[in-house]
């Protein structure tokens, strides 16, 4: 399958001074969460050494257009009261815009990896894409690719306290392990919360997924006693039937029953 590649005419590049007020915030932003004191560093930059990296829009309409990539750049503007700024103006697709937003984003390597996750899900989902077209515009490999989307079989819960943490990649997947949503966000915030490695995580998990059976199990376990034992009774009363003098009784022990079948001698029956 040959390999997905950005429908970027070079042609269509052009750098324009553009009223940051026509700039519409795109829509295929795949970083949920900017960090404030991120913004203002940034802006101070910008003040200092002025705007090095132009922003990323495409037209819309005549006098108006839609980011690309520079979502921090644009705020930092914004916030140090500016006008205008440079930009490279694109004509681009819906799916390029998606892409080059989520390749811009990577390549500054501080994208979270479940926001990367959630994009990659989106483009999938909303442009068409097979999993190997999108690791190859993304220079991945497919196995990485689906390792990456499988996070996202985490809760929502679970999802939203790994953002906040700070737990790594490597806990969310170790969290995989767990297919209930409650138990997931449990052993998330334990891990927080303890500060365990990776390692310990996982022996935590393990430890859990192989302890002792639960109610239910034992609640079959009754459950099986008493077939054990209806079928001892119904035994008795089928040699009754015949003409045996049998009798039963069921002693109870705290592990473990005692079933006791007396059958009498012939010779005692007149007795």
């Keep these: 399958m040959p390999a997905y590649t950005l429908r970027q005419p070079g042609s269509d590049r ?8 026509r700039i519409a915030p795109s829509p295929y932003q795949p970083r949920q969460c900017i960090d404030d004191t991120s913004i203002q560093e940034l802006a101070e930059s910008i003040d200092r050494f002025g705007l090095l990296t132009p922003l990323l ?14 979502e921090r750049r644009l705020r930092a503007l914004k916030l140090l009261g500016r006008t205008h700024a440079d930009a490279i103006v694109l004509s681009a697709y819906d799916r390029d815009c998606a892409l080059i937003g989520l390749i811009e984003n990577l390549e500054r390597e501080d994208l979270h990896f479940l926001d990367e996750a959630e994009a990659c899900r ?4 909303e442009h068409g894409l097979s ?24 809760s929502v819960e679970a999802r939203a306290f790994i953002r906040e943490s700070g737990l790594s990649e490597r806990h969310a997947r170790a969290l995989l392990k767990l297919e209930d949503g409650a138990q997931q966000l449990q052993f998330a ?6 500060r365990w490695s990776v390692r310990q995580l996982e022996a935590q998990i393990a430890h859990n997924l192989n302890a002792a059976p639960t109610a239910k ?19 008795v009363r089928q040699l ?4 045996v003098h049998a009798s039963s009784r069921v002693e109870a022990h705290e592990d ?12 005692d029956a007149d007795a």
Aim: net charge positive; with cysteine.
């Design 14 to 21: 052009r750098v324009a001074r553009i009223e940051l007020s």
């Design 57 to 70: 829009v495409r037209r819309c309409s005549v006098g108006a257009y839609e980011l690309i990539a520079g």
């Design 240 to 243: 009754k039937r015949i003409g």
């Design 131 to 154: 999993q190997e077209e999108l690791a190859a515009a993304l220079s991945m490999s497919p196995s990485a690719l689906a390792n990456r989307l499988r996070l996202l079989r985490l």
């Design 256 to 267: 473990s029953y005692d079933v006791i079948i007396t059958v009498r001698r012939p010779y």
């Design 217 to 235: 199990s034992e609640v079959r376990l009754i459950r099986d006693n008493r077939l054990v034992i209806n079928a001892l009774n119904d035994t």
């Design 122 to 125: 989106r483009i999938l989902k």
């Design 189 to 194: 915030r334990l891990a927080a919360k303890s």
